[in-house]
């Protein structure tokens, strides 16, 4: 089984970006799952167009990518991602569309297909706080994950495909006049191990509550 992780570079003026570090940290074979490693430019369009060059390249079995979402005390596999570009700040390139479509031809959302529940399960037994997300947001890592949903979902191949967001780093942290939460970047390399493992362990998703009232 071949496993393709990516992860964004720094930006909106950080010196880092956690799940990038993170990924750095896996190991390269989890569970008999052999991970793939890309990096990605935080930039609408070339994000995309980076990752499907990687998934026709290397054929995974299942694509894991990974976010920076500052604020988040946990980390949050995403349940959703929803066709709109609506961005707040600009991306790395300066580009900043505000309510456009990801896809003209694209549904309005597509769900992952990665087991996310069997994930935060997963996480939660490593002693790690995390649970399931149902909002991606509408900047650049909602832009990939849809835009990898879209693609899979077009090919003559089994490709299942979803993503996952991270907490600050308590270095990103110190900066900050207003204390927000953070993770280590080894516990957070912790938490993605944990969840490539429950997507080799789980071709389907378990049942449990994952329903939020907010």
């Given at each position: ?41 935080t930039v609408f369009g070339r994000s995309i167009e980076k990752t499907v ?75 790690l706080p995390s649970s399931l997300s149902n909002s991606a947001g509408t ?76």
């Open positions: 089984m071949k496993i393709l992780v990516t992860a964004f570079d720094p930006f909106d003026g950080e010196s880092i970006n956690p799940a990038l570090e993170a990924v750095k940290l896996m190991r390269d074979r989890i569970s008999g799952a052999e991970i793939i490693k890309l990096e990605i430019p060059e990687a998934i026709r390249k290397e054929h995974p079995d299942a694509v894991l990518c990974v976010g920076q979402a500052g604020g988040r005390s946990e980390v949050t596999p995403e349940r959703v991602a929803i066709n709109v570009d609506d961005a707040r700040i600009p991306d790395n390139e300066g580009n900043q569309p505000i309510d456009t479509p990801i896809y003209e031809d694209g549904a309005p959302a597509y769900f992952s297909t990665l087991p996310v529940k069997a994930m935060v399960e997963a996480i939660r037994l490593e002693g900047f650049v890592c909602n832009h990939i994950m849809y835009g990898v949903l879209y693609t899979v979902s077009r090919m003559d191949k089994n490709i299942r495909a979803g993503f996952i967001h991270v907490p600050f780093t308590p270095e990103q942290v110190s900066k900050r006049a207003t204390p927000a939460p953070s993770m280590s970047t080894i516990d957070i390399a912790r938490a993605l191990e944990a969840a490539v493992r429950a997507v080799v362990e789980n071709e389907k998703d378990i049942t449990s509550v994952g329903g939020k009232t907010d």
